[in-house]
């Protein structure tokens, strides 16, 4: 069948914002995903039951095609899209704007529980050092303080979008002492931490980390100066599909975020590549805190299986 209902402008200027990360970091994308999804039901002018799931569903397929590698966005989308029921268009419409209110009520409520899991791991006096900027990662510290606990951080910028300074400004807002640093400092300030805290975008059946580029070094030079790491991802961040042996796709961005046009004319004949995220494998990842507790990086297969059966339906694509 042919989608014959228009994607509504709201659902559009999402998928501008995610793909051109104006909305970034894997829960916020998920949120902004369920409720474009939401958007479109309100908007879609469908006169059959039919119809109107065939524009929610063109609408996912929008949203889906905007980045590739934080399984937040498909998992969000199938939320919204499994609890798309009823036999009249109104009643559809009801379904898919409730879940996808209770969708992000249930993100709020997940990176409140994981952080306080996370904070259990952190004393009082601790500094933590930081990748790049992830939600599930500042609820541990923010538990942490809210806790009375004392803690400090070293804040890596996070070459080459910076997403350092916003994980700098948030955490100073919540009072904490930061001191940045560039990516390349990160070896030399591990001496000087307590933990190193990450987030994730996704996360593989082996325990196989998926977060921004340059986790994975960092988690090596970690694991060799005795530095425990820990990855706060809410259980969204599961990746069913690696349950039956797929692959995460790795996001490449644009080489102008690496390099200027003007820069790159007076450098010469160079490649330049981009890759947006990396993989730490299970064995340089000490645990994976989640809002259902915390997990060795190899058992979090158990908590996949319980949470989505043996995979994943793909309830957008076209009947
Ligand atoms: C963001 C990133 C974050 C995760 C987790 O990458 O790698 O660590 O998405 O974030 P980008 P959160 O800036 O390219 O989107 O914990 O907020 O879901």
């Known amino acids: 069948m042919t989608d014959t209902e228009p994607i509504d402008a709201a659902v559009r200027a999402t998928a501008d914002e995610i793909a051109t990360m104006e909305v970034r970091g894997a829960a916020t994308i998920a949120a902004a995903a369920a409720e474009a999804l939401a958007a479109q ?59 996808a ?48 606990k004392a803690i400090e951080a070293v804040v890596k910028e996070t070459r080459p979008r910076n997403q350092g300074h916003i994980t700098a400004e948030q955490l100073r807002a919540v009072g904490v002492p930061v001191t940045l640093i560039v990516d390349s400092a990160a070896r ?18 082996d325990g196989g980390v998926i977060n921004k580029i340059g986790t994975s070094g960092l988690a090596v030079n970690a694991r060799e100066r005795g530095v425990p790491i820990m990855t706060a991802a809410q259980s969204i ?18 080489e102008t975020e690496v390099i200027g046009e003007e820069t ?41 299986r319980e949470l989505f059966g043996e995979g994943a339906a793909d309830p957008w694509a076209e009947p």
Not at 105 to 124: K, M, Y
Not at 294 to 304: K, N, R, W
């Open 41 to 99: 039901a309100e908007a879609t002018g469908a006169a059959t039951p039919e119809a109107f799931r065939s524009s929610v569903r063109a609408a996912a397929r929008t949203l889906h095609e905007t980045r590739p590698t934080a399984v937040s966005l498909p998992n969000a989308l199938r939320y919204v899209l499994q609890r798309m029921e009823g036999e009249s268009v109104d009643a559809l419409r009801r379904s898919v704007v409730e879940a």
């Open 188 to 205: 030399r300030y591990l001496d000087e931490v307590d933990h190193v805290l990450v987030g994730a975008d996704s996360i593989a059946a």
């Open 101 to 148: 209110a209770e969708f992000v009520d249930q993100l709020d409520r997940a990176r409140g529980d994981l952080g306080r899991v996370g904070a259990n791991r952190l004393a009082d006096g601790d500094t933590v050092m930081t990748h790049c900027h992830s939600t599930d990662a500042l609820a541990c510290v923010e538990a942490a303080v809210e806790q009375g």
């Open 237 to 254: 961040k599961l990746h069913p599909e690696t349950l039956t042996g797929h692959t995460v796709e790795i996001e490449a961005r644009a």
């Open 264 to 304: 790159r004319a007076e450098v010469g004949d160079i490649a330049v590549e981009n890759p947006a995220f990396d993989v730490t494998p299970p064995r340089y990842m000490d645990a994976i805190v989640t809002e259902h507790g915390q997990f060795p990086p190899e058992s979090i297969v158990t908590l996949m």
